[in-house]
Nanobody, 115 residues
Framework: QMQLAESGGGEVQAGGSLRLSCVAS?????????MAWYRQAPGMQRELIAD???????NYKDSRNGRFVISMGDDKKSVYLQMSDLQPDDTATYSC????????WGQGIQVTVSS
């Protein structure tokens, strides 16, 4: 069983930056796994932002003009999302996911971008 703890959210003005962190703890039997960031805006479906494998292979749902960058910590159990030039439509609940033998989600963290 894995537990995910997200941090780094909050409120920022348009054009600002935030760095989200997610730390995974516990155990999972899979030798191969990936971690990902999703977001869900009010009234919208949850969408993938990006994922990264334990080997560092990244996948972005779309380019987002390079504003969002996913990375993994050296411990291979933490994942980060660097967000820059944030805009009001980036306001959402951001969630971390760990995909191994099991499928685990963090509780989500709020990001609010004001104009």
């Amino acid at each position: 069983q894995m537990q995910l703890a997200e941090s780094g959210g909050g409120e920022v003005q348009a054009g600002g930056s935030l760095r989200l962190s997610c730390v995974a703890s516990g155990s999972d039997s899979a030798a191969y796994y990936a971690m990902a960031w999703y977001r869900q805006a009010p009234g919208m479906q949850r969408e993938l932002i990006a994922d990264i494998s334990k080997f560092g292979t990244t996948n972005y749902k779309d380019s987002r003009n390079g504003r969002f960058v996913i990375s993994m910590g050296d411990d291979k159990k933490s994942v980060y999302l660097q967000m820059s030039d944030l805009q009001p439509d980036d306001t959402a609940t951001y969630s971390c996911r760990y995909i191994g033998a099991g499928d685990y989600w963090g509780q989500g963290i709020q990001v609010t971008v004001s104009s």
